[in-house]
């Protein structure tokens, strides 16, 4: 039967095995992949202003991006290939709630300038350009509303 | 089962000369533990109420818009939960390390001033959040200068045990299992301080944080917690109970540190952590599971006349809904190829719920029993209204539970299989939101019970020491 001292060591070695694991490959993954993953060469002044803005203003505390976040508003990782730049810098730039009349679920309405909502909107093109082994999966079929 | 029973077990023997006596407050400081419960209690209950607004802002009631938003409502919500969950495991901390190293705690003051200092920090954020001032940063919302607070109090609260253990009589496991996981919780808030111009690294380095607290160093904390009341509610032998205690933790180092990868499958991190967190998160299931057979197996194994009946139902209660919670409705969507279809909807909701419930919840809430006879000298334990608080948070949960997973199935199969637009879908699933407010009505009224009876018991006493 397993003694005492045989379980502390279970304990420690596999932390430490394992944890040795975890941070080479957080290495080669931080050093090595990510940049060329992300396209990184590609995230602009403009886009990094507007992921201040994104994480100023809790985006993620209502939307998902890269799939992270809340459930409550539309995931944005491809909203610019979906409803396209303008829409989006529209909706940034409403001076009135988001939704509103529609689903009853409103998004503060920033309001933003328009040079902060081109940032806004080149932060999620970048996104929306990230090789991410396949998310978000195209959805099987497509279904039209009827009424 | 039964054979054991038959066994020369070396517990077997020192059992028979366990004197309930000892389960009582032993040292005058252990008192402090008192109010960091209150406080874990009260900001537990007003998470409760930040629930309920954004239940019905997802049927499409946002009426406190202008007040608080969904995205302040729902920062509170989860650092709330944070809060409370940590005052809770310091309250613990504060009550077990001076009755585990026999030695009085080494600041009591220090430890009032680290309790009003983080409860001002709590309040601060939460009026922040409400004014705009924030990091975007899922369960690290909390501004940075505000950071800067948590370090310096966490360190202060750490610098207070420590120095308890070490002039103490004795360092036993379930002590430094339990100091382990409270300083690697404060080494690993630290990756979550660092600013990143890349979304997909500031993503990678907060689940250095947030994955590694909950599946990795928290799990030491709850099994130093748990081996602590289980070896004063069941009186089996302290090293029966630690050996089998580093077998988990070591179960879940093995599994959850590589398990990080499944938070590493769709951000912009490269393609192997698809396999690599897909085995290993398959894993982490077996280190709630050997939590669950031990609390079982040491409660059988132990004779039963403690008379604390309530922490019993706890102690118990979050070995086994942890592992339905954070276990099983964990790895039901931990693999890769499903993940790609849950990842970032109600689905994940549903196993966030009832595993922060069962693992950290539950457990917070079974220390609080068990001590507060000891810390009061009141014997308010085993009465209709300490059942009725378990039974209906405990259903109540469940039903949640159902309600999320429901509404997040819906969710998958129109939205990403179907391709019906985000908000269309979410119009279509509001009626499981309906449910989720009846069962967290009944969640909650359970809560409100256990809470009407922490305030039965009254304020802790130094006569507790004497009279139990």
């Known amino acids: 039967m397993l003694s005492k001292s045989q379980a502390k060591l279970f304990f420690l070695?596999?932390?430490?095995?394992?944890?040795?694991?975890?941070?080479?490959?957080?290495?080669?993954?931080?050093?090595?992949?990510?940049?060329?993953?992300?396209?990184?060469?590609?995230?602009?002044?403009?886009?990094?202003?507007?992921?201040?803005?994104?994480?100023?203003?809790?985006?993620?505390?209502?939307?998902?991006?890269?799939?992270?976040?809340?459930?409550?508003?539309?995931?944005?990782?491809?909203?610019?290939?979906?409803?396209?730049?303008?829409?989006?810098?529209?909706?940034?730039?409403?001076?009135?709630?988001?939704?509103?009349?529609?689903?009853?679920?409103k998004m503060v309405a920033y309001g933003l300038t328009s040079e902060e909502a081109d940032d806004v909107v080149a932060f999620l093109t970048w996104i929306g350009e990230m090789d991410l082994n396949g998310f978000p999966a195209k959805p099987t079929y497509k279904v039209e509303k009827i009424k | 089962m039964g054979s054991q029973q038959n066994q020369p077990i070396k517990s077997k023997k020192s059992n028979k000369n366990i004197n309930y006596k000892t389960f009582i407050m032993k040292y005058k400081s252990q008192k402090i533990a008192y109010w960091f419960f209150l406080s874990a209690l009260l900001l537990f209950a007003l998470q409760l109420v930040f629930g309920f607004t954004m239940g019905f802002a997802h049927m499409g009631y946002d009426g406190l818009h202008e007040i608080s938003p969904f995205n302040a409502m729902r920062?509170?919500?989860?650092?709330?939960?944070?809060?409370?969950?940590?005052?809770?495991?310091?309250?613990?901390?504060?009550?077990?390390?001076?009755?585990?190293?026999?030695?009085?705690?080494?600041?009591?003051?220090?430890?009032?001033?680290?309790?009003?200092?983080?409860?001002?920090?709590?309040?601060?954020?939460?009026?922040?959040?409400h004014m705009n001032w924030w990091e975007g940063r899922k369960f690290l919302e909390i501004p940075r200068p505000l950071d800067f607070l948590v370090v310096v109090n966490v360190l202060a609260f750490l610098f207070n045990v420590l120095m308890t253990l070490f002039k103490g009589k004795r360092q036993t496991t379930t002590s430094l299992v339990l100091m382990m996981g409270l300083f690697f919780a404060a080494l690993l808030y630290l990756p979550g301080m660092l600013w990143f111009d890349s979304q997909t690294l500031d993503s990678f380095y907060r689940w250095y944080v947030v994955h590694l607290w909950?599946?990795?160093?928290?799990?030491?904390?709850?099994?130093?917690?748990?081996?602590?009341?289980?070896?004063?509610?069941?009186?089996?032998?302290?090293?029966?109970?630690?050996?089998?205690?580093?077998?988990?933790?070591?179960?879940?180092?093995?599994?959850?540190?590589?398990?990080?990868?499944?938070?590493?499958?769709?951000?912009?991190?490269?393609?192997?952590?698809?396999?690599?967190?897909?085995?290993?998160?398959?894993?982490?299931?077996?280190?709630?599971?050997?939590?669950?057979?031990?609390?079982?197996?040491?409660?059988?194994?132990?004779?039963?006349?403690?008379?604390?009946?309530?922490?019993?139902?706890?102690?118990?209660?979050?070995?086994?809904?942890?592992?339905?919670?954070?276990g099983l409705l964990g790895a039901a969507h931990t693999l890769p190829n499903i993940n790609l279809y849950t990842h970032g909807t109600l689905v994940t909701a549903m196993h966030g719920h009832m595993a922060f419930w069962g693992a950290?919840?539950?457990?917070?809430?079974?220390i609080i029993a068990y001590a507060m006879p000891n810390l009061t000298g009141r014997k308010l334990y085993d009465t209709g209204m300490t059942r009725a608080a378990f039974w209906l948070s405990n259903i109540g949960m469940i039903g949640m539970t159902v309600a999320f997973g429901a509404a997040g199935v819906a969710q998958v199969y129109m939205e990403r299989i179907m391709g019906v637009d985000f908000m269309e879908t979410q119009i279509e699933i509001q009626p499981h939101f309906l449910v989720l407010i009846l069962c967290a009505t009944v969640f909650s009224l359970g809560i409100i019970l256990y809470i009407i009876n922490f305030f039965k018991y009254g304020k802790p006493t130094d006569e507790a020491i004497i009279t139990a």
């Not at chain 1, 803005?53 to 909203?79: F, Q, R, S």
Request: proline letters at 3%; aromatic letters at 12%.
């Open chain 1, 13 to 105: 070695a596999g932390t430490i095995i394992f944890s040795l694991l975890f941070f080479g490959l957080s290495y080669d993954t931080v050093a090595n992949r990510v940049g060329e993953q992300t396209h990184e060469e590609n995230l602009t002044e403009s886009a990094i202003r507007g992921r201040i803005i994104w994480d100023e203003n809790n985006c993620m505390g209502c939307h998902t991006l890269l799939g992270e976040g809340a459930y409550y508003a539309p995931e944005l990782t491809k909203v610019i290939e979906r409803r396209g730049g303008p829409y989006i810098k529209g909706v940034l730039m409403s001076k009135t709630p988001w939704g509103e009349h529609t689903s009853g679920r």
């Open chain 2, 75 to 129: 920062a509170t919500h989860t650092n709330l939960l944070v809060v409370w969950l940590l005052l809770g495991f310091m309250g613990a901390a504060y009550y077990i390390i001076p009755e585990e190293s026999q030695n009085e705690l080494y600041s009591p003051k220090l430890a009032i001033i680290q309790l009003l200092s983080f409860l001002l920090v709590g309040v601060v954020a939460i009026v922040g959040f």
């Open chain 2, 214 to 326: 909950v599946e990795g160093v928290w799990e030491l904390i709850m099994g130093g917690i748990l081996a602590f009341l289980l070896i004063k509610i069941t009186g089996v032998d302290r090293e029966v109970i630690e050996k089998w205690l580093y077998v988990i933790v070591g179960l879940t180092f093995l599994s959850g540190i590589l398990g990080t990868g499944h938070h590493y499958y769709y951000i912009g991190t490269p393609s192997y952590w698809l396999w690599i967190g897909g085995i290993f998160s398959a894993l982490e299931p077996l280190a709630f599971l050997a939590m669950a057979l031990f609390a079982i197996k040491m409660y059988r194994k132990g004779e039963k006349k403690h008379p604390n009946k309530t922490a019993l139902q706890w102690t118990i209660g979050t070995a086994i809904v942890s592992f339905v919670g954070a």
């Open chain 2, 360 to 366: 950290y919840g539950m457990l917070v809430l079974a």
